[in-house]
Structures are given as structure tokens and as C-alpha cells.
């Protein structure tokens, strides 16, 4: 097959690559609303108040007494009520971190009241800061619990059970002592503890002061009302995560998990793994999460759940500790941690490294490609606490992609160049052979040996340049440094696309431009580079190849359009330091350039078009 043929295959095959990644990845099912709609409105007609089921029984196996769920609240019959009024409804230590804002219920002893101080909705600092957890009585309570369950142990701390504290405010270095007597011989203590980012500490004991021995089950939790919200992308996975031991990663959708079987009663469903050591479980968001986290040196019980409670399902990551005997004047206690925060990468490092919570980077979903995701995302960061801004940052990298792939790029172009240099020779074999494709392919073959050409060179630019492409746009969707991440001028969010549009004049027309043909500055930018690199090579001599060829990247334009600013702004700048290299590989190897005499045929051809058109 001649070379143009084969450049042509290629180009489009490359281009399928691109295009059906970006529609399967990417495109599909788009979600254009950014906040809770009609989910959150369905579920807010619901009566939330019922404390979820879902902690695991022990087995027979286990030599001990089925162990009852935590206790419930009543529900309201009222329905929900706001966010202020159900936390008026008990009486809460208030949490002050760096980072965290929220209370703790003494009322049930949950931890469902945590906002973060440093996220907002918007760009803008004034919008309001990101809600992570929420308590009973509001339309979507999302909340961490963390307790003993067992059999025929007298009553046990559940949602109804007031506790006191020792203080009023649990802050950095400041912990609070909570107790309860349950009447019957058994006294209660949680200490709560938090650090200046978003990991809080809690140390369960149990006390018993009567006159039998008692076996327990330490559990801890987190659960989550409604069916939240969720961007419905491929590439980012949201809902519920774990480690479990050896087990390794467990992510399961919400409605992945509807599919699993019956668990502990008909109208729950889920997936449990026994005996694990290690790990974590918990709920995860596309910027935030929240996770139980068992002692890393205890087996334990993992599960999901899913519980319909109404029309309300109830989603519930939850660990469950071995049996706990306490002798009558013994003491035995459970320490667990809860993260409950932004999924930073250097934090979560920083966890999974001084706590030993094992795989605990795997909250953060790097995808299958990680060897190159997270390498890359170290790049970024590196640069941009070096220079201050990611944009910047986005820039430097790519020049330090192309400096390492520079000997396979040199290589490519050189061989475009010999194989520019030797069109006439070509020429002449196609013409001389054209009626025998067979003594034309292998006189080509004969050609490209001798003047040690590889005919598919030019394509390893474009191979390399894809993982990059992907690798970079799974770091800016879904690492919380990009988010609202600014550039310069109008990009205020690389992880966002450009908010600028052609339809309305960049903005000078006072109205919004549809998303489905929204066209910024930087995809145009983007678009012009590609044309021009395009109109460094020689002009196909096959017609469908020269046309494929014009409108590659006027598709790559609107194709682009609507990825993230950063994406895009890389692919620019990368683009233009490859057309000055190529410029500089051509005329050390004295081949002509092609560049300018390609932008005036364009722009003749085009011209006599709109001649003949008129005439």
C-alpha cells in the first residue's frame, strides 16, 4: 500500500480513537445540572429519621449470639424540615478546625453536621460552602455512627440515647469525653478527637460494673439518604469504596448495588467481606468522601448496603469488629477513625502513610492507567507550588512531555523529511508501476530501505501524544487541586470548559449560548494550531485524504469545545511546540517547508471557489 494510503488509514484511525474515547468516556450520559434536582425533590417528600440497618450479624461460625442492628429513632411523621431546625432538636458540641465546621449530636452521638471551610459551590468565594454531612430530619441525611451492637446486653447507645460531654467544642489538641449509664451495669465512654484537616478520632469503652461478663461487637459507619446526585461519567466512579484486605478495591454504584442479593432482611440488599484486616470502607463523591476506618491491625467485617426505607433508599458503608467479651470490673475498648472531607490527594498520601490505613490513596479514583495519572498529577503539583498557578504549570509540563520524547519525535520528522525529500522518486514509481499495485508496493518498500525512511514515523507524535491527552484530562477531572483552579484572564477554572462563546460574541451579546455548540476562545486557539501543523506536510494528492485532512480540525475544534479549559490549553500549546520543531527538524535536513505554500493554496482554492460560486 502506498504511503499516502497508509497515512490516510492511520490518520483515521487515530482520529476514531479520539472521537469514540471522547463519546464513551466523556460525552455519555452527560449531566448538566450541577446541583441536586429532582432526586433531592423526591426524596425530600420522604420521611427520613429511621437509623439504617445493614451492620453484619455475626455467623453461627462465630460462636456468638446474633447481634442485633444499632437502635432506631422514630421517624418523623411530619416529613423533613430544614437543615436549622433539625439540628436545633439536640443539644451538639460544635466542631472548629482549619478546615471543618459542623457540630456533633449528643442526641445519638453521631457525627452529622460537617461543612468545609476552604470549598465553596463556585469560583466565587462568596457562594456557600460545601455541606458534607447532614443530620436526621432533613431531606437528605448523610452522617458517620459509631457504637457497639450484641445480644442480651442490656440496652446499648443508639439514636435516642442522650449523652454528656465534657465540653462544648472539639477542636485540634482539645478532644471530648462523651459518657452514658445504661442502668444496667454497663457505663459507656467516646472519646472524640479531630486533627487540623479531616480525620477525627473515636475511642469506644465499655465499663461493666455488674456482676456478668458481656460480649459486644464494635461497629462504625456511614450513611447516606436518597440517591445523590452524580455526574454519570465512565471515567470517575461515585459511590461506594472500600479496601478490604486482601480483597483489595471494592467500588460499587448506587445502582450496582441495587443488583446485589438480599442482605439481613427483604428490604435490604448488599455485599459483605468477612475476616478482611486492613483497609477502609465508605462513600465516596466525585471532590469529597467520607470513610470508617477500622484499627488496621483487627479483622473485621466489611460491608455496602442499600435499605429502601418508604421510597428512600439508604446507602451504608459499615465495618464491624470481632466480639469483644467484657468480664465484670474489665474494661475493653475500639479505636476507629473517620475521614470526612476533601479527597486531597497530598492529605489522603499523608493518612495513608502516618495512620497506615492501608490503600487509602485508592480513594482518590486514578484509574486503571495510574502509572501515568498519578506521575503526571506529581508533575503538576511540583510545578505549581514552584510557580503558583496550574495554567503555568499545564505549560511547563508539556514542554518537559515534549523534551523527553524529543529523540522519538527527532526520528519521526527526520524520516517525514527524507520522505518529503524523495517525493519525486515516488512519484515516478506510481506512475511507472500504476497499473501493477503489487511491483508499485514493493519498489515503495525497496525506496523507503534504502533511504532508511519508516514510512508510519509520522504517526508516533500523535500515539504518544493520546495517553498524555487522556492522563491530563483524568487528572483535571478529578483532583480537587484543579477544581476552580485559575488561569489567566477568563479562565477561572481549568477543570471546567471555556466559558466563552463564538455564538455570542465572547460575551458582548447578552445572552447564554447553548452548551451543545458552546465554542470558547481557547478551543479556537486550539482549532488555528492544529490547522497549522496540519499545513506543514505536503498537500495529500488523493482528494477524500486532503479533505479528511481540512476538517480533522475543525472537528477537533467543536469536539473540544466543551473539555476542560486546562485540556485544551495543553493541546494548544503542545500542538505549537510542535510545528516549531518540525519547522526547525526541516530545514537542518533542507527540506522546504511546506507551511506557506499550502496556507495560499487554501486560501486560493477557497477564493476560487467563491469566484465560481458568483459567477
Given at each position: ?14 482520529s ?6 471522547w463519546n ?9 445540572a ?31 449470639p446474633?447481634?442485633?442492628v ?12 430544614s ?11 460544635r ?11 449528643l ?11 476552604n470549598?465553596h459551590?463556585t ?7 460545601i455541606?458534607?454531612f447532614?443530620?436526621t430530619?432533613t431531606a ?8 457497639w ?8 447507645p ?6 454528656k460531654?465534657?465540653s462544648e467544642?472539639?477542636?485540634?489538641g482539645k478532644?471530648?469525653t462523651?459518657?452514658?449509664?445504661n442502668?444496667k451495669?454497663?457505663?459507656f ?10 480525620m ?7 465499663e ?6 458481656v ?12 440517591k ?6 465512565y471515567?470517575l466512579h ?27 432482611g427483604?428490604?435490604t440488599k448488599?455485599?459483605?467481606?468477612n475476616?478482611?484486616?486492613g483497609?477502609?470502607v ?21 460491608s455496602f448496603t442499600e435499605?429502601t426505607?418508604g421510597?428512600?433508599k439508604?446507602?451504608q458503608a459499615?465495618?464491624r469488629a470481632?466480639?469483644?467479651t467484657v ?11 473517620l475521614f ?8 489522603i498520601?499523608?493518612?495513608?502513610r502516618?495512620?497506615g490505613?492501608k490503600?487509602?490513596?485508592l480513594m482518590?479514583?486514578w ?6 495519572t ?18 503555568v ?9 515534549k523534551?523527553?520524547?524529543?529523540p522519538?519525535?527527532?526520528r ?5 523529511a527524507?520522505m518529503?525529500?524523495?517525493q519525486p ?14 511491483k ?5 518498500m525497496?525506496?523507503?530501505k ?10 508516533w ?30 479562565i ?5 470548559p471555556d466559558?466563552t462563546s463564538?455564538l455570542?460574541?465572547?460575551g ?8 451543545f ?8 486557539v486550539?482549532?488555528?494550531?492544529m ?11 488523493d ?8 476538517f ?24 505549537t511546540?510542535?510545528v516549531?520543531?518540525?519547522y ?12 506557506w ?8 482554492r ?5 469566484a465560481?460560486?458568483?459567477?
Open positions: 500500500m502506498g504511503n499516502d494510503k497508509t497515512n490516510m488509514i492511520v490518520a483515521i484511525a487515530l476514531l480513537v479520539v472521537l469514540l474515547g464513551y468516556f466523556v460525552a455519555a450520559p452527560r449531566v448538566e450541577q446541583k441536586q434536582t429532582a432526586a433531592q425533590n423526591q426524596a425530600a417528600t420522604q420521611s427520613p429519621g429511621v437509623a439504617p440497618d445493614g451492620i453484619p450479624s455475626p455467623s453461627p461460625k462465630e460462636g456468638g446474633a447481634a442485633p444499632p437502635g432506631t429513632v422514630p421517624a418523623t411523621a411530619a416529613g423533613p424540615v437543615r436549622e431546625e433539625a439540628l436545633a432538636r439536640s443539644a451538639r458540641i466542631i472548629e478546625t482549619p478546615a471543618l465546621s459542623g457540630s456533633i449530636a442526641k445519638g452521638g453521631r457525627i452529622d453536621d460537617v461543612s468545609l471551610k470549598y459551590e469560583v466565587s468565594d462568596e457562594s456557600p460552602r455541606v458534607l447532614s443530620p430530619g437528605t441525611p448523610y452522617y458517620a455512627e459509631f457504637g451492637v450484641g445480644a442480651d446486653a442490656g440496652p446499648l443508639n439514636g435516642e440515647t442522650v449523652w460531654a465534657d467544642v472539639l477542636a485540634p478532644p471530648v462523651l459518657t452514658w449509664d442502668g451495669g454497663l457505663l465512654k467516646r472519646l472524640l478527637a479531630v486533627d487540623d484537616k479531616f477525627f478520632t473515636v475511642r469506644d469503652e465499655v461493666n460494673k455488674g456482676s456478668g461478663a460480649t459486644l461487637y464494635p461497629y462504625g459507619l456511614v450513611s447516606r439518604w436518597g445523590p446526585h452524580t455526574q454519570g461519567y471515567v461515585e459511590g461506594m469504596i472500600g479496601a478490604l484486605g486482601g480483597d483489595g478495591l471494592q467500588e460499587y454504584t448506587y445502582d450496582a448495588l441495587a443488583k446485589e442479593p438480599v442482605f439481613g427483604p428490604a448488599g455485599k459483605a467481606w475476616g478482611v484486616t483497609g477502609f465508605g462513600i465516596t463523591d466525585k471532590y469529597w468522601a467520607a470513610a470508617a476506618i477500622p484499627a488496621q491491625d483487627v479483622p473485621y467485617t466489611g435499605r426505607d421510597a428512600t439508604v446507602y459499615s465495618v470481632d466480639a469483644r468480664e465484670p470490673g474489665a474494661t475493653v475498648s475500639s479505636t476507629q477513625n470526612a472531607g476533601a479527597k486531597e490527594v497530598n492529605t498520601n499523608n493518612y495513608e502516618d495512620l490505613i490503600k487509602f490513596d482518590i479514583d484509574g486503571w492507567f495510574y502509572f501515568i498519578k506521575p503526571m498529577f506529581r508533575a503538576l503539583d511540583f510545578f505549581y507550588h514552584l510557580l503558583g498557578n496550574f495554567g504549570s499545564i505549560l511547563v509540563v508539556t514542554f518537559c512531555l523534551l523527553l520524547f524529543l522519538i519525535a527527532n519521526s520528522y527526520v524520516s517525514m527524507k518529503k525529500a524523495v522518486e515516488m512519484t515516478s514509481i506510481r506512475e511507472r508501476y500504476k497499473d501493477d499495485k503489487m508499485q508496493q514493493q519498489a515503495m525497496e525506496l523507503y534504502k533511504e532508511k525512511i519508516n514510512p508510519v514515523a509520522g504517526c507524535p500523535v500515539l504518544v501524544q493520546i495517553p498524555v491527552f487522556f492522563a491530563l484530562y483524568k487528572v483535571l477531572f478529578i483532583t480537587i487541586e484543579m477544581r476552580h483552579a485559575p488561569f489567566f484572564g477568563w477561572q477554572d481549568l477543570a471546567a466559558p463564538v455570542n460574541l465572547f458582548l451579546l447578552p445572552f447564554a449560548a447553548p452548551d455548540v458552546h465554542l470558547g476562545i481557547w478551543p479556537l486550539m482549532g488555528v494550531t490547522f497549522v501543523q496540519m499545513k506543514m506536510n505536503p498537500a495529500p494528492p482528494p477524500v485524504q486532503a479533505q479528511i485532512f481540512t480533522m480540525p475543525i472537528i477537533f475544534t467543536f469536539m473540544l469545545g466543551s473539555f476542560p479549559a486546562g485540556l485544551v490549553i495543553y493541546w494548544a500549546w503542545n500542538n511546540l510542535s516549531i520543531q518540525q526547525i527538524i526541516m530545514r537542518r535536513n533542507g527540506v522546504k517547508v511546506e507551511l505554500d499550502n496556507l495560499k493554496g487554501t486560501f486560493k477557497g477564493s476560487d471557489k467563491n465560481a460560486a458568483k459567477s
